[in-house]
């Protein structure tokens, strides 16, 4: 893994940023996290290359406000894992009418002073009018669907992105997951869960609909399984050459006219990825630590190594932790948490620099 040079702590973030358009509610203040460097054997960067170097690892997340706590973690945790983190480039989807798009690259660049990141500003009213009600309101966030956006938003010469939500932890070099193998077949790369009751994902009316059902999945490259959409390699140039955002958007205009599906933005991936999936470790998606999407109950991780925790469901490690009731792998995620609050205004003190102990995970997750 790459060394970290101990931080300059007396350089807590401890400002708030208000909004650039003058709103008056904060965002949250983070402490500065460790720099890390890269180790031996990374590939040199190529002097003017930039965001168009070929030997970048491009990171793809939504950015906003409210899950800013969870993206703060989530980057602190790829750099500290990473066996070249300079080679990070992070891509930030963000909404274009959000108020706090300034304060939101000045946060990332005070607590991630080397940072190698762009913000790219996303419309919501590209997709509004194509948003159905979801069995939880925060499933309707048009932020959510800001990833069928990737290949229209990166630059072209950006061959591939991995796609994260705001709410993993990584636990392993994010490296191992950028090499996995495409096949001229696919444009998604994810774990899949043959096992989950993938007729759920669907109401009866589709199954009954002699025009869809099983017939939209005849003819695949296997049988159609659930995958999680929060963690994915894409391959941006397919993605583009099939038009992919419009066969997705295609099934959120059925959607609008009959309903097919109850929840959020996955149904209308799955329609149009599922059978056609290459499937990846299930180690690089440990998700539904959130707990379902109603009660956010515990979860424990499944059995297997973990290269990857996604708190995917309603509970959120950082609310969990707030409201004084966490579960047991909240405290994981603890660990990673940047956060500084206002009690800690003249006491704040950096999170654990040590790479996570054994008691604070089960033993398979250091299985790799």
Known sequence: ???????????????????????????????EA?????????PAAVAGAGVCDPGLVHIAMTLDAHYLRGSMAAIYSLLKHASCPESLFFHFLAAADAPSTASLRTALAASFPSL??????????????????????????????????????LPKCVPRAIYLDSDVLAVDD???????????????????????????????????DPG??????????????????????????RWRSGNYRHRIEQWMELQK?????????????L????????????????????????????RPLHKGPVSLMHWSGKGKPWDRLDAGRP??????????????????????SAPSLTSLSSSALPAAVFSW
């Open 174 to 208: 994010v490296r191992r997951l950028w090499e996995t193998r495409l096949p001229a077949a696919a444009v998604v790369a994810a774990p899949e869960y043959c096992h989950a009751n993938f007729s759920r994902y669907f109401t009866d009316a589709f199954w009954a």
């Open 271 to 298: 329609l149009v990825f599922a059978g056609e999936v290459e499937a990846v470790d299930h180690r690089w998606n440990q998700h539904g630590l959130g707990g379902d999407n109603v009660l956010g109950s515990c």
């Open 34 to 42: 460790p720099e890390y460097r890269n180790g031996d054997g990374c």
């Open 116 to 153: 190698r990141f762009e913000i790219y500003p996303f419309r919501p009213d590209t997709v509004t009018n194509l948003i159905s009600a979801s069995v939880r309101a925060a499933l309707e966030a048009p932020l959510n669907y800001a990833r069928n956006h990737l290949a229209d938003l």
């Open 212 to 237: 869809l059902g099983a017939r939209v999945f005849a003819g695949r490259r296997r049988a159609p399984c659930y995958f999680n959409t929060g963690v994915m390699v894409i391959d941006l140039r």
């Open 327 to 348: 579960c047991p792998l909240d405290h994981t995620w603890k660990s990673y948490d940047l956060y500084v609050s206002e009690g800690d205004a003249s006491s704040a």
């Open 1 to 31: 893994m790459g060394g970290a040079t101990p931080p300059m702590w007396a350089g807590l973030v401890l400002l708030a940023f208000l909004a650039a358009s003058g709103a008056s509610a904060p965002l949250p203040r983070f402490a």
């Open 257 to 269: 006219e009959r309903r097919i599906y109850e929840l959020g933005s996955l149904p209308p991936f």
